[in-house]
């Protein structure tokens, strides 16, 4: 097995992240701080609006052709391909450890489902004090493409509301990092996007990135410890709504595929989860059957559900009564601890998850199932459980059990075929198996000579064609 060498973290990362106080306690405000994540959006959206007229045009605001980010003409060179992956920003080996994987897909761009650093999106002088820094740029550095995103919850824990958040992916105030760190900065439009051909043909593919806030409120639902002076922020967040049924309206009619994907979801771990309201965004997927793939994070695994099953979900939980059927998935095993697979039986079962149950089961120690059967692996009793087995799936900041999504555009002949396909990695170290014990390998370095190639393709699951 060749030797691994990882970087330096920053201060306050490593294993046994969530159990570090400095970590917990730039968290905090998600327990003390009521939902004002709608006012913020559109706040920051306005002000960065103003010097990006270039992105908007009547009904077509805050939607980008994809040659901004691929720098070419999507068709004159058979298609592109790109990653989704959600929940990163650990800036340890949790997260580094998929890098070489990323380089080795040859991805044009990454675009990433929310909780892209942890603990809260905060910026600072240094890698010490700046989550950007030691949660992406750095683990990033040199892949020399363009990534974009839509913010998480973690995002909006910060002090500025979110506004490091909107500096880095929107702004211009980072623009020198992009540069110094070896990436391809290309401005979004604001915290939710369309990602668009502009040719207009059958078939072409859509991508829209929907922000759901700090607490998956997009409905305005008005929590019990709100008092009289946050209840003009109970309210929905009717301008990305409309939004959103613009574009989808648009694509319907121009018979486009389209994947949404948005960061909090109410369908996770097989179950309905009632604290998320997102009732005014699923009756919008529901109605347009151009929508083929649903994607979300949040919750730090794989999980793929077959359109049968999310169908069933709305009509059950919602009272949809659709024809709309897309895929839906759970992407966020991009680097942060992972959290349980093992299942009982539930309502919404689906098809593959990742780790699969016998792996989960196989690699967790006694006190990590005990509070998981108790239903508390996310709290901090979790945390320490998890601690104390040192297991692989605990928050032991291993390598291990990592997951993206692959989506290809293939043009043939005047068609586009758009694949989509899982990608697991069990452990960064199969992709250096075939390498000698005394091999070195540094995994800030491009790593595309010493990763092997068949263990690359060893990682590719079943596609599934939109």
């Given at each position: 097995m060749a030797n691994i060498i990882y970087p330096e973290y920053a201060h306050n990362r490593g294993p046994g992240y969530w159990l570090r106080p400095g970590n917990l306690w730039a968290s905090r405000r998600k327990l003390f701080r009521p939902d004002h994540s709608i006012e913020w959006r559109q706040n920051h959206t306005a002000a960065f609006a103003a010097d990006q007229l270039d992105y908007y045009n009547d009904d077509a605001r805050c939607s980008v052709?994809?040659?901004?980010?691929?720098?070419?003409?999507?068709?004159?060179?058979?298609?592109?391909?790109?990653?989704?992956?959600?929940?990163?920003?650990?800036?340890?080996?949790?997260?580094?450890?998929?890098?070489?994987?990323?380089r080795a897909l040859r991805p044009e761009f990454i675009l990433i489902a929310g909780d892209i650093v942890y603990p809260s999106g905060k910026t600072g002088r240094?890698?010490?004090?700046?989550?950007?820094?030691?949660?992406?740029?750095?683990?990033?550095?040199?892949?020399?493409?363009?990534?974009?995103?839509?913010?998480?919850?973690?995002?909006?824990?910060?002090?500025?509301?979110?506004?490091?958040?909107?500096?880095?992916?929107?702004?211009?105030?980072?623009?020198?990092?992009?540069?110094?760190?070896?990436?391809?900065l290309v401005r979004q439009p604001g915290s939710f996007w369309e990602l668009r051909e502009p040719s207009g043909k059958t078939g072409d593919l859509v991508v829209i990135g929907i922000?759901?806030?700090?607490?998956?409120?997009?409905?305005?639902?008005?929590?019990?410890?709100?008092?009289?002076?946050?209840?003009?922020?109970?309210?929905p967040d009717s301008e990305q709504l409309s939004w959103l049924h613009q574009r989808l309206k648009h694509a319907q009619r121009?018979?486009?595929?389209?994947?949404?994907?948005?960061?909090?979801?109410?369908?996770?771990?097989?179950?309905?989860?009632?604290?998320?309201?997102?009732?005014?965004?699923?009756?919008?997927?529901?109605a347009f059957p151009c929508v083929r793939l649903v994607v979300a994070g949040h919750v730090h695994n794989w999980q793929w559900y077959s359109p049968d099953t999310f169908a069933r979900y709305l009509q059950e939980e919602y009272s949809i009564e659709t024809e709309v059927k897309p895929y839906y998935a759970i992407c966020g095993g991009g680097g942060a601890y992972l959290t349980t697979t093992d299942f009982d039986k539930r309502d919404y079962p689906c098809e593959t998850a990742f780790p699969s149950r016998d792996d989960w089961r196989n690699?967790?120690?006694?006190?990590?199932?005990?509070?998981?059967?108790?239903?508390?692996?996310?709290?901090?009793?979790?945390?320490?459980?998890?601690?104390?087995?040192?297991?692989?799936?605990?928050?032991?900041?291993?390598?291990?059990?990592?997951s993206v999504l692959l989506v290809e555009v293939r043009c043939d002949g005047g068609r586009n075929d758009i694949v989509v396909t899982p990608v697991f990695l069990r452990h960064v170290n199969d992709l250096?198996?075939?390498?000698?014990?005394?091999q070195i390998v540094r995994l800030q370095d491009d790593t595309n000579e010493l990763v092997s190639m068949k263990a690359v393709n060893n990682c590719l699951q079943e596609p599934v064609f939109l």
């Amino acid at each position: 097995m060749a030797n691994i060498i990882y970087p330096e973290y920053a201060h306050n990362r490593g294993p046994g992240y969530w159990l570090r106080p400095g970590n917990l306690w730039a968290s905090r405000r998600k327990l003390f701080r009521p939902d004002h994540s709608i006012e913020w959006r559109q706040n920051h959206t306005a002000a960065f609006a103003a010097d990006q007229l270039d992105y908007y045009n009547d009904d077509a605001r805050c939607s980008v052709p994809f040659s901004a980010l691929l720098d070419r003409d999507p068709a004159a060179n058979n298609g592109f391909r790109f990653i989704i992956m959600g929940d990163t920003g650990e800036g340890d080996r949790s997260q580094y450890g998929l890098v070489p994987l990323l380089r080795a897909l040859r991805p044009e761009f990454i675009l990433i489902a929310g909780d892209i650093v942890y603990p809260s999106g905060k910026t600072g002088r240094d890698r010490n004090s700046d989550d950007y820094l030691a949660g992406f740029f750095e683990p990033y550095a040199n892949l020399g493409i363009p990534i974009w995103s839509i913010p998480g919850n973690h995002e909006y824990y910060s002090k500025d509301n979110g506004g490091g958040y909107f500096e880095t992916f929107c702004g211009t105030g980072y623009a020198k990092r992009w540069q110094n760190f070896g990436l391809r900065l290309v401005r979004q439009p604001g915290s939710f996007w369309e990602l668009r051909e502009p040719s207009g043909k059958t078939g072409d593919l859509v991508v829209i990135g929907i922000d759901t806030g700090l607490h998956g409120n997009i409905d305005g639902h008005r929590r019990k410890w709100n008092n009289h002076r946050t209840r003009k922020f109970d309210t929905p967040d009717s301008e990305q709504l409309s939004w959103l049924h613009q574009r989808l309206k648009h694509a319907q009619r121009m018979d486009n595929k389209v994947i949404i994907m948005f960061h909090i979801p109410s369908l996770a771990d097989q179950e309905h989860r009632s604290d998320c309201h997102l009732n005014e965004l699923y009756r919008t997927i529901a109605a347009f059957p151009c929508v083929r793939l649903v994607v979300a994070g949040h919750v730090h695994n794989w999980q793929w559900y077959s359109p049968d099953t999310f169908a069933r979900y709305l009509q059950e939980e919602y009272s949809i009564e659709t024809e709309v059927k897309p895929y839906y998935a759970i992407c966020g095993g991009g680097g942060a601890y992972l959290t349980t697979t093992d299942f009982d039986k539930r309502d919404y079962p689906c098809e593959t998850a990742f780790p699969s149950r016998d792996d989960w089961r196989n690699n967790v120690g006694r006190w990590t199932s005990i509070v998981e059967r108790l239903g508390w692996s996310r709290t901090i009793i979790g945390r320490i459980a998890g601690a104390l087995d040192k297991g692989p799936l605990s928050d032991a900041d291993l390598p291990a059990f990592l997951s993206v999504l692959l989506v290809e555009v293939r043009c043939d002949g005047g068609r586009n075929d758009i694949v989509v396909t899982p990608v697991f990695l069990r452990h960064v170290n199969d992709l250096f198996a075939h390498l000698p014990k005394d091999q070195i390998v540094r995994l800030q370095d491009d790593t595309n000579e010493l990763v092997s190639m068949k263990a690359v393709n060893n990682c590719l699951q079943e596609p599934v064609f939109l």
